[in-house]
């Protein structure tokens, strides 16, 4: 089946702007993660959802992060007056539920001139 | 604070020689120790799921082993195509505090085999 798709691939955007990255699930993964990737450093943690809720946000760097998940499925992760410092990869997994084995999709690359 | 030390940095090896990378972890308690791969400009692929000291896994050239304290991961006659960064993650059982629900990864391993 499907694993987990993000878009856009890539994203370039000024300092102060705002973006949005989705994130489609597996199909019938209750639980959502988003993590950011720096060049040389494994993936860090920022949010994860569980059905609609983010359970955990403990992982955002301040409040200029955000991220929905309105029905259960797509998840859009939200970033206001990006900063150059934005600038990583995001990426997105899903597993079964929580505690479970996650999937990660293929990232979307973050570019903040 | 969950900690994940990965050793060496970087590896290179020549085609069919065999070699382990390391996984030092530090957790309030273990509910599981993940290995994945990462190819340049793609997401983690998962490969292994551990959950308890003693416990090993394989697939195809790879081996995973976990004690109390670290994880191996052996690589048995790689070939060209097993070039990767391999990382390794932990998933906390206990409520940390932060990040409880999230994987907490190490660096990662860049793996070079040359033909």
């Known amino acids: 089946g499907a694993g987990v798709s993000q878009t856009p691939s890539n994203k370039v955007t000024e300092k102060g702007k705002y973006v949005e990255l989705r994130c489609d699930p597996i199909s019938g993964h209750t639980a959502l993660y988003w993590y950011r990737q720096s060049l040389g450093q494994g993936p860090e943690f920022l949010i994860y959802f569980q059905g609609t809720g983010a359970a955990d946000d403990s992982g955002l760097p301040n409040d200029r992060f955000f991220a929905v998940r309105p029905e259960g499925s797509v998840s859009t992760l939200k970033i206001q007056r990006t900063e150059r410092g934005d600038s990583a990869v995001y990426l997105c997994a899903s597993s079964r539920g929580n505690q479970e084995t996650q999937y990660f999709g293929p990232g979307t690359r973050l570019l903040v001139l | 604070e969950d900690q994940v030390t990965q050793s060496p940095e970087a590896l290179r090896l020549q085609e069919g020689e065999s070699s382990s990378l390391n996984c030092s972890y530090t957790?309030?308690?273990?509910?599981?120790l993940f290995w994945y791969r990462q190819d340049p400009g793609k997401g983690p692929e998962f490969l292994f799921t551990l959950y308890s000291a003693g416990e090993e896994k394989e697939k195809e050239r790879l081996k995973a082993t976990l004690t109390k304290k670290e994880s191996f991961l052996h690589i048995t006659a790689p070939k060209p195509e097993d070039s990767a960064t391999y990382l390794c993650?932990?998933?906390?059982?206990?409520?940390?505090?932060?990040?409880?629900?999230?994987?907490?990864f190490g660096k990662g391993t860049h793996l070079i085999i040359q033909p």
């Open positions: 957790v309030s308690g273990l509910r599981g």
């Open positions: 993650a932990v998933l906390d059982v206990f409520d940390s505090g932060g990040g409880a629900d999230g994987l907490t």
